[in-house]
């Protein structure tokens, strides 16, 4: 078995890079045929958006896969990409997303869900969870869920709350079995409504 995150990549804290100026090493070719180069999916909603996700849970989600401890239902394609990626090629991969500014999905949301989504994130998720434009967040304990698929984020609580996924720690488990559905709909919604730094303060 792998030992996840077993080797340091340099997060680039501070540089945030748009898609179009990041020369991607070649081993993001594979990936970016479903993620993007730019690390926005393609619009695709199943699809994850990587974009701004630090290196270490990039690497640890690749490493989880090649392992089998998460499984490819859904996409076999992902589990047979990663599994041609060396520790170097994963490095590579890694460093070239969390390089990356996360724009706005552009995916309808709820306003009124959204209000009473970003209320339960502050009081359930926000202590783990940071905004990918936050200060300090290659330091948070879970990845950035703002600017995230709603399909893909709703499948994700799904299968945490199902028990088809493992949550990395008991305080993440029990907050989500606590959710109800409608709750499910509201942190969707919330994070759904993304918008960077940058994009906010170019709005009129």
């Given at each position: 078995m792998h030992q996840l995150a077993r080797f340091s990549i340099p997060i680039l804290s501070g540089l945030m890079l748009t898609g179009a100026s990041v020369a991607a090493p070649p081993a993001v070719d594979a990936c970016a045929?479903?993620?993007?180069a730019d690390g926005m999916?393609?619009?695709?909603?199943?699809?994850?958006?990587?974009?701004?996700?630090?290196?270490?849970?990039?690497?640890?989600?690749?490493?989880?896969?090649?392992?089998g401890a998460r499984q490819c239902v859904r996409e076999p394609r992902m589990c047979e990409t990663v599994a041609e990626l060396d520790e170097k090629q994963v490095g590579e991969v890694a460093e070239h997303y969390s390089s990356l500014e996360r724009e706005f999905s552009g995916v309808e949301f709820d306003p009124d869900l959204?209000?009473?989504?970003?209320?339960?994130?502050e009081t359930l998720c926000a202590q783990c969870h940071w905004r990918?434009?936050?200060?300090?967040?290659?330091?948070?304990?879970?990845?950035?869920?703002?600017?995230?698929?709603p399909d893909y984020l709703r499948l994700a609580l799904e299968e945490?709350?199902?028990?088809?996924?493992?949550?990395?720690?008991?305080?993440?488990?029990?907050?989500?079995?606590?959710?109800?559905?409608?709750?499910?709909?509201?942190?969707?919604?919330?994070?759904?409504?993304?918008?960077?730094?940058?994009?906010?303060?170019?709005?009129?």
């Open positions: 045929e479903c993620h993007g999916g393609l619009g695709l909603p199943m699809i994850p958006v990587l974009a701004g996700m630090p290196a270490p849970h990039i690497e640890d989600a690749i490493f989880a896969y090649v392992d959204a209000e009473e989504g970003a209320a339960l994130h990918p434009d936050a200060i300090g967040v290659e330091d948070a304990l879970g990845i950035p869920l703002h600017g995230q698929r945490y709350k199902s028990g088809a996924r493992v949550a990395l720690l008991d305080a993440m488990a029990e907050k989500i079995y606590a959710l109800r559905p409608g709750d499910f709909e509201a942190l969707v919604n919330y994070y759904a409504s993304y918008r960077s730094a940058a994009s906010r303060s170019t709005q009129p």
